[in-house]
């Protein structure tokens, strides 16, 4: 495997010509026709920016559609043909309008369904070098017993599938941020293609919505047209139909139900959007309170046997014809709920790592607390803690990590209201649990 220097896959290069996009003179054609049809008449180079690829490699598609009568050339003063207009004859129009029927997808080409797989499997979260010392430094902002560390380390090298469970309020979802911060500072920034081909349909995978640019894609300046021309011309660039975003972390709760997890067919485009475990491959995806869904455990149970225990899955387009993906990322089931009440022994067979958040105890607790305190900008005080134990903890209300966040939350807004200084002490704290402790007992 080809890694940067900073810990990343290496970019899939830019096709040099057409037979390395892995797309037919057909295909590209049609989307030259609707690309013009929608946005009307473009430059070569603006053209070639919103395709994704190098102008060299559309030349001959636009030769032939000249040649054909469907587009007309204006002649440009830059440099050659990058640089002229090109616009649709009334011939071409009326072909952009049969291929918008047959698929009214406009944007970036997409690339071969194989050099997604490839990529996927290059960047596969078992290849992010995990160590105790690195998985401590993207947890040093929690308090985590080292019985719980020690589970998670081994799950994340695993790159298997992680059931967590245990009472609400005790960091099931922090710890799985946790180990999303650390992939994306450990295992480097990743490559996911705007849309990929399959059986000749296309399936858009880029989401704003769930990915995250990298920084230097994010915060990259807007390129002057002088600028965008050398990079267009140039041989051995990153190839444009790709885009490089941190390590995705797609949390789904109880909205997940079986349709989510297949394609997103819309009959009036002809064209796919993938399910949410295909944006989430080199990242995590957690389900998150598992048990409250739309569908039942048992369904959700039949629908990810293959994809638990063969690391692929089977997608299934309009047509019926099936292709295969990789099922490339950590995938996390939590929830507040009683395991044997939710799930069956085969189940729980297929979860290779099983991790239980439990109440902390009160050296944990108090570590939490006074961490919450430093968070916040205020005072320890001992008898705060000592209070909440003598009043409720030990009086049969079970503890709880996020207790401490919310009661010193709102002593923080005691004292501002009040318009005192922020600080704790042991009266405060019983004002502030006997409005948010008695409310939930």
């Known amino acids: 495997m080809d890694w940067d220097h900073g810990g990343m896959p290496e970019a899939p290069g830019a096709p040099e010509n057409l037979q390395q996009t892995g797309l037919t003179q057909g295909f590209l054609t049609n989307m030259i026709l609707r690309t013009l049809y929608t946005r009307g ?60 029927k047959m698929c009214a997808y406009v944007g970036p080409a997409p690339v071969p369904l194989e050099d997604y797989v490839e990529q996927v499997y290059r960047q596969a979260v078992t290849n992010i070098n995990v160590s105790p010392e690195l998985l401590r430094a993207s947890m040093s902002h929690l308090v985590v017993s080292d019985e719980l560390f020690g589970a998670v380390g081994p799950a994340i090298v695993s790159g298997k599938s992680v059931f967590i469970y245990g009472p609400p309020g005790n ?50 300046p807007l390129e002057d047209n002088e ?24 949390i789904t709760g109880g909205e997940l139900n079986l349709q989510l997890l297949d394609l997103k067919y819309n009959p009036d485009s002809n064209y796919y959007q993938a399910p949410l475990h295909v944006k989430a491959n080199g990242g995590i995806f957690l389900v998150d309170d598992f048990g409250r869904q739309l ?52 189940f729980l067979r297929r979860m290779r790592h099983k991790v239980e958040i439990t109440a902390p105890p009160r050296d944990i607790y108090e ?67 006997a409005s948010f402790i008695r409310e939930f007992k």
């Open 295 to 346: 569908c039942s455990p048992r369904e959700l149970l039949n629908r990810w046997i293959v994809p638990l225990e063969n690391r692929v899955d089977y997608l299934s387009l309009a047509t019926g014809q099936q292709f295969q993906v990789p099922f490339e990322q950590l995938t996390m089931f939590s929830t507040n709920l009683d395991p044997k009440d939710l799930v069956d022994d085969a």
């Open 171 to 220: 960091g099931k979802t922090a710890i799985t941020q946790a180990i999303g911060n650390f992939m994306n500072q450990s295992g480097g920034d990743i490559y996911i293609p705007y849309a990929f081909l399959a059986e000749g349909n296309v399936i858009t995978v880029f989401d704003k919505a769930v990915h995250q640019l990298a920084d230097s894609e994010a915060g990259e």
């Open 41 to 100: 008449g473009m430059l070569g180079l603006d053209l070639a920016r919103s395709l994704c690829l190098p102008f060299k490699v559309i030349e001959e598609p636009l030769g032939f559609l000249k040649n054909e009568k469907a587009v007309e050339v204006l002649g440009g003063d830059l440099i050659g043909r990058i640089s002229y207009r090109f616009n649709l004859t009334e011939l071409g129009r009326r072909r952009a309008a049969e291929a918008l």
């Open 227 to 250: 600028a965008t021309i050398r990079r267009l011309l140039n041989t051995g660039t990153v190839d444009a139909r790709w885009v490089r975003i941190r390590r995705p972390v797609i």
């Open 367 to 433: 570590k939490i607390f006074n961490a919450v305190c430093k968070k916040l900008g205020m005072n320890q005080c001992p008898d705060a803690v000592e209070f909440l134990y003598d009043r409720y903890y030990n009086r049969g209300r079970t503890t709880r990590a996020s207790d401490a966040r919310d009661l010193l939350e709102t002593v923080v807004s005691i004292c501002r209201f009040r318009r005192i200084p922020v600080q704790l002490t042991r009266e405060l704290i019983a004002e502030a649990s």
